[in-house]
C-alpha cells in the first residue's frame, strides 16, 4: 500500500498539471473539476491519473475488440479494474477480463458481468438515479465523506469502492442498501485502518489549507 501514504503535495498545481501528465498516455485534459474532487479523494494524486489511463486504454481495446456489441463498464479505483454490465456468453466474460488483465498497472481485476444481452437504456437511466440517490444519502447521513466512496449501478446492483475503514464500510453498504430501488450491495473496497485513513485526510486537509494560502495572496 505505497500509494496510501503518498500524497502529492501542493494540490493547487494539480488542476493544471493534470492535463498536461494525462496527455503521457492520451487521456483528455480533466480539467480543473479535477482538481476538486482530488481534494476530497483519498487516492495519491498519481493514483488518480493512474487510474484515468487503465479507463482509457481498457475501453479503447473493447471498443476494437467488440465494438457496440457487449454492454461493458470499466471502472478503475486505486489500479482495481471493476467491470460492470452484460456479456453475451460466459466465453465473452472471460475473454474480457483477460484482454482487460493485460492493462498496463492494473493490479486486480473484479468480474462482475452479467451473462445477458445489453440492458436498455431506461434501466440505465434508472441506475444513474440510483447512483445519485445514494450518494444524496451519503451526504445526508454525515457518517463518513461522500468524496470517500465511488458509486456503480448496474441492474439495481450497487458497486461501492475507495480507500475507507472498515467501520466506513459497512456504514456506507448499510446505506445503500437501504436504499429504495437498490436491489442488492456488492463491496469493493480496499479497507485501511483507521490510522491510515486519518494520516491520508491529515495530509489532504494540509494542502487544502496550503492551497488556499496561496489564492488568497
Known sequence: MKNLTTRLRGHALIAVS???ISGCFGVAAV?????????????????????????LRANNRLGENYGSKEHINVTSYNRMVLLTGEAS??????SVEKLISGVPNVKSISNELAIAGPSSLGGRSNDTYLTSKVKARFVDAKQFSAHHVKVVTEAGVVFLLGLV????ADAAADIARTTGGVQKVVR??????PEQ?????????????QSNTTDQR
Open 18 to 20: 493534470i492535463p498536461f
Open 31 to 55: 480539467g480543473v473539476g479535477a482538481g476538486a474532487l482530488l481534494l476530497g479523494d483519498r487516492r495519491a494524486s498519481e493514483s488518480y491519473v493512474t487510474d484515468e489511463g487503465i479507463e
Open 197 to 209: 485513513a486519518r494520516a491520508i485526510d491529515g495530509q489532504t486537509k494540509q494542502s487544502t489549507n
Open 188 to 193: 469493493v473496497f480496499e479497507i485501511i485502518s
Open 89 to 94: 456468453s460466459p466465453e465473452v466474460k472471460a
Open 165 to 168: 475503514t472498515q467501520t466506513e
